[in-house]
């Protein structure tokens, strides 16, 4: 399984997706909304449930993208292939079936997500990011006691005051990753490195960091460079022993974060 790194300026490893789906234009459009998220990248595509066997084995994907309605088997019975030879890969169903047997059969066997076709980019998007944020908590659980167990059961910690509420075209599993970053940094982080930790664009880590120095989760500091704008730099404000703004720094802030 990927390990997850911390705020050391290197992006995380991306999450391995199979995308499996007998239609090609299809599978071509979900390929390119799965690519499109940070952190994710397609390892392949099976269009039969025995490509999809076979390419598993091959190529080890974190996560398989698996349509139920395949042309030789049924996705159901590819999950209990995968489960048999022993592959633990994540399954998350995309599909037009709608029948509660078959939702419920999926369920039974843990999948991670089931989303009904036809379905937008941003509906993806959104069960991607919950995935990963899913997956990071898993790797990163260290079990002291019940609440640590009930948060793995229960597959998603409580969000934080932080995070709970969040202005439109934010996502709570983003905001999350966001603050774990902060709370992880030794020290300060401009949008520019927490871009990089978190696999996000710097834009979008900016806004998310700007919306915690709103909320006074974050604080932001100032780094001069010799030249252009001031550098912001954020740290995380329930750190104990929080800094003041750095001094001047000839080397840094040539552009602002």
Do not use: N, W
Not at 10 to 31: G, K, N, S, T
Not at 142 to 164: F, K, M, Y
Not at 235 to 243: E, I, N, P, T, V
């Amino acid at each position: 399984m990927t390990r997850p790194t911390g705020p050391s300026g290197v992006p995380p490893e991306p999450i391995d997706v199979l995308v499996v789906d007998d239609d090609f234009m299809v599978a071509r459009v979900h390929r390119a909304f799965v690519e499109d998220v940070p952190s994710f990248r397609v390892a392949g595509v099976a269009g039969t449930g025995e490509q999809a066997v076979a390419a598993v084995a091959e190529l080890r994907p974190a996560l398989v993208l698996l349509d139920l309605y395949l042309p030789d088997m049924s996705g159901l019975d590819v999950i209990s292939r995968l489960r048999a030879a022993g592959h633990d890969c994540d399954v998350m169903v995309v599909s037009a079936a709608r029948e509660a047997e078959t939702v419920r059969g999926a369920v039974r066997q843990g999948v991670v997500d089931y989303l009904l076709k036809p379905f937008a980019r941003d509906d993806l998007r959104a069960r991607l990011e919950r995935y990963a944020a899913r997956r990071r908590r898993l790797l990163e659980t260290v079990v002291r006691g019940q609440a640590d167990v009930d948060r793995v059961l229960a597959g998603a910690a409580a969000p934080s005051p932080a995070v709970a509420a969040l202005p439109k075209g934010m996502s709570v599993e983003t905001a999350e990753l966001i603050e774990r970053a902060l709370r992880e940094a030794d020290g300060t982080l401009s949008a520019g490195e927490c871009a990089a930790v978190t696999g996000l664009s710097r834009v979008s880590a900016r806004r998310y960091l700007e919306h915690f120095h709103a909320l006074g989760t974050a604080e932001v500091s100032l780094r001069y460079g010799a030249t252009g704008r001031p550098e912001r730099r954020y740290r995380y404000a329930g750190r104990a022993g929080a800094a003041a703004p750095a001094a001047p720094a000839a080397a840094e802030g040539a552009a602002g974060a």
